[in-house]
């Protein structure tokens, strides 16, 4: 078992940054790959990116690149999401993931958190 624990939501204006942090638990947690997905009011849940344990491989959604880093502190089993330049459409609640394997941007990951919530205003 994995337990994860999201932190660091808020509510921001536009072209604000945010820095949203994981913490992991639990067996594997040292090794796992982590993701972050995010789930904005009425809409599906989307991959967000994505890093391998040792943090040379990751993998971001397209709108995001270049805004977005993902990052990783397996000294202290957590991850991070540094988010700049925010847009009214990353909006949503924001969920940390992990799971054996490769960092892909799909559905495979076997544990996740419950949440932290990012409103941008403009």
């Known amino acids: 078992q994995v337990q994860l624990v999201e932190s660091g939501g808020g509510v921001v204006q536009v072209g604000d940054s945010l820095r949203l942090s994981c913490a992991a638990s639990?067996?594997?947690?040292?090794?796992?790959?982590m993701g972050w997905f995010r789930q904005a009011p009425g809409k599906e849940r989307k991959f967000v990116a994505a890093i391998n344990y040792s943090g040379g491989i990751t993998n971001y959604m397209d709108s995001v690149k270049g805004r977005f880093t993902i990052s990783r502190d397996n000294a202290k089993n957590t991850v991070h999401l540094q988010m700049n330049s925010l847009k009214p459409e990353d909006t949503a609640v924001y969920f940390c993931?992990?799971?054996?394997?490769?960092?892909?941007?799909?559905?495979?990951?076997?544990?996740w958190g419950q949440g932290t919530q990012v409103t941008v205003s403009s």
């Open positions: 993931a992990a799971k054996s394997g490769f960092p892909t941007a799909d559905f495979s990951y076997d544990y």
């Open positions: 639990g067996r594997i947690a040292s090794t796992a790959t």
